[in-house]
């Protein structure tokens, strides 16, 4: 887990994860982070662990942290060490870090 004053304060100084959002379309029309690599739901995770680097830190966010709690779970599972749980999601990010974004 990593709190998002910590992944604001890391990406500051060069930290450049994969972002992976879980979660649904709907929710990221509302509101998405910029950065984010991609969107796929948390409960079909398994079906893309191919497609995701191995090499690189994977910052997996949700709204408020228990689908990606769920996915990185499942990533680790499947064999993926370097997984960090955006702590809050999404809310949290608005809240603490970007107050311009939009909640729901």
């Known amino acids: 887990r990593i709190s998002v004053s910590e992944t604001h304060k890391k990406m500051e100084g060069g930290w450049n994860p994969y972002v992976l959002d879980v979660r649904k379309d709907h929710e990221a029309e509302i509101v998405r982070l910029d950065f984010a690599n991609r969107l796929h739901p948390h409960d079909q995770i398994i079906e893309i662990i191919h497609e995701l680097p191995r090499d690189q830190d994977i ?46």
Do not use: Q
């Open 59 to 104: 910052l997996v966010h949700c709204k408020m942290g228990g689908r990606s709690a769920k996915a990185c779970e499942a990533l680790s599972k499947a064999g993926f060490t370097r997984l960090y749980n955006l702590e809050g999601g999404i809310l949290a990010w608005a809240n603490e870090i970007d107050t311009s974004l939009p909640t729901y």
